[in-house]
């Protein structure tokens, strides 16, 4: 019998395997203290002490073993003090092939940083035990809304076809100052490009590589809500075509100006206010056509 590919998962986490090479390490902790230097000694000494690092059998690493190359070992992440986000995600709709799950603000949909128990896919695999859980597409941390899931391995592929093709049709809200000189509805289209700073895009000149359709849904005094239905997907792509046509979405941190950084605090008084409110495709492994959305809603100043 082969060596697993995996062990299971613990607590909605999976576990992460790691070969070990040939090297003259004295113990496995020193070889895991130079091969992450992100993770302290300290925090290694936790993770093993703690049965966190395992065999392939499941049997767990101790403190002081040898270093014996040509083997692999699996390890399951922790973030220390993890910071606990002021909302929930809810289930709108599951049967054996997908899982539909209501994101709020502030959550991100998979692991990452100092986000691990408080992510949606976490979540959700402690919720279902579904260990094969996997987003089909994703939305950014500070966005709000619909996010699919897929249950099984076998169906992965054609669900991401789906996104690869342009065949899923995905509708937005978004709150932000009410600018009568826009001839809406109106498409705008731009070439997207990385920004100096790693999380963040721009507009750049060349060929478009994006777009998306604006309508006005109704104007509430000096601010208006806007429909964005986005025919690409590219990194904050509503957030820079909002910007773009001089109505920044109402909260948001990053663009036109940054305000707050990726590893800053959150302020949970300060929620971009963008929802993912409606998403809508033909299953390509049952053939239904699918359509949900959201029970969230955005707030404009008067309610804010």
Request: proline share 7%; with cysteine.
């Amino acid at each position: 019998m082969g060596l697993p590919e995996t062990l299971p998962m613990r607590d909605g986490v999976g576990a992460s395997r790691v070969r070990l090479p040939a090297g003259n390490w004295a113990t496995l902790l020193v070889f895991l203290c130079e091969r992450f230097p992100a993770i302290s000694n300290h925090e290694w000494t936790e993770r093993i002490s703690q049965g966190h690092v395992l065999h392939p059998d499941g049997s767990a690493v101790k403190l002081d073993e040898a270093y014996a190359p040509h083997q692999f070992i699996f390890y399951y992440r922790d973030v220390p003090h993890e910071a606990t986000l002021p909302e929930d995600a809810q289930v709108l709709f599951e049967d054996e092939h997908l899982l539909v799950a209501d994101k709020p603000h502030f959550m991100p949909v998979t692991p990452g940083g100092r986000y691990l128990q408080s992510c949606l896919l976490v979540q959700l695999k402690r919720l279902t035990a579904c260990e094969s859980l996997t987003p089909i597409h994703r939305i950014d941390r500070e966005t709000a809304g619909l996010v699919v899931f897929c249950k099984r391995t076998q169906d992965r592929d054609p669900y991401h076809a789906l996104f690869r093709h342009h065949q899923v049709r995905k509708w937005y809200q978004a709150v932000a100052a009410f600018k009568p000189e826009l001839n809406l509805p109106l498409l705008h289209r731009s070439r997207l490009a990385e920004a100096d700073k790693f999380f963040l895009s721009q507009e750049v000149p060349g060929e478009p590589n994006s777009e998306t359709r604006v309508s006005l849904l109704k104007r509430v005094g000096e601010e208006a809500l806007y429909q964005l239905q986005p025919l690409t997907g590219h990194r904050h792509q509503l957030r820079i075509h909002m910007v773009s046509l001089g109505v920044p979405i109402a909260g948001d941190q990053l663009y036109p100006q940054l305000l707050r950084g990726p590893d800053e605090a959150d302020d949970f008084s300060q929620r971009l206010q963008l929802l993912a409110q409606r998403i809508a495709f033909k299953d390509p492994v049952t053939g239904e056509e699918r359509d949900w959305q959201s029970r969230r809603s955005l707030k404009i100043t008067s309610d804010r």
